[in-house]
Nanobody
Framework: QVQLAESGGGLVQPGGSLRLSCAASGSSIRAYDMSWYRQAPGKQRELVGLLPSGSSTNFLGRFTISRDNGKNTLYLQIDNVNLGDTAVYYC?????????WGQGTQVTVSS
């Protein structure tokens, strides 16, 4: 079983960059498929991107997902943020038959 805790959210201006962290405890994330989701106000939670267990980095346009197995931490880098990136961001660890979620971190994009 793994526990996840997101951090790094806050207020950012359009065009800026942000890096979110997802610190894991209880188990190594090495064996998990990891992913980031986000949920904007009034909208359903949506997938930002997936990082399979055997991968260290996934480049997805403005979004880069990476993991540091030594620090047992997942990261989400968002570049050139825009107003549409305002949301609560969640990380998820997935294994066969079980998903683990963090509590989320708020990102607000505003000038």
């Amino acid at each position: 079983q793994v526990q996840l805790a997101e951090s790094g959210g806050g207020l950012v201006q359009p065009g800026g960059s942000l890096r979110l962290s997802c610190a894991a405890s209880g188990s190594s994330i090495r064996a998990y498929d990891m992913s980031w989701y986000r949920q904007a106000p009034g909208k359903q939670r949506e997938l930002v991107g997936l990082l399979p267990s055997g991968s260290s980095t996934n480049f997805l346009g403005r979004f880069t997902i990476s993991r540091d197995n030594g620090k047992n931490t997942l990261y989400l880098q968002i570049d050139n943020v825009n107003l549409g990136d305002t949301a609560v961001y969640y990380c998820k660890a997935q294994t066969t038959g079980r998903d683990y979620w963090g509590q989320g971190t708020q990102v607000t994009v505003s000038s």
